[in-house]
């Protein structure tokens, strides 16, 4: 049973690196920004979170490696959403949870963390989020 656990965690954090690894290609940063592309992540994650309803925001989820639920759930408040946020609100609570300048700024983050995101749920899925958008933030997801 304990094989089993550590298995299932390390196929968990395996996953996870992957998906910081691609956020960080697409950028160009090394290994060692890794604070950065885990940054990025976590903040467009719980802005997704905070804006979809309950029950779309757990199935979506659902999709994520475990060690990404952990992180997408943590802080939840699931009785104060879905959260009213347009565009330019989206990515003004990007550049506050994401204290870094990069290239492109809080509009290129979060294209880059949805595109990853994108390439590791069900396109059915991905679609769901997109539809609970408005849609000037939809324009935004790939």
Known sequence: MAE?????FESSLDKTNVILKEIESE????????NQSYAALRTVLHLLRDRMPVGE???FAQQLPVL?????????QP?????????DDF???VRQG??????GGPQRVTQ????TLRRHVSQGEWQDVKANMPQDLARLIP
Do not use: H, K
Request: zero cysteines.
């Open 91 to 93: 990515l003004y609570e």
């Open 68 to 76: 990404l639920r952990g992180i997408y759930f943590d802080g939840w």
């Open 98 to 103: 994401f204290p870094y300048d990069v290239e």
């Open 57 to 59: 925001s757990a199935e």
């Open 112 to 115: 880059v963390v949805l595109d």
């Open 4 to 8: 089993q656990l550590m298995s299932a």
């Open 27 to 34: 950028y160009g940063w090394p290994p060692e920004r890794r």
């Open 79 to 87: 009785e104060n959403v879905p959260i009213t946020l347009n565009r």
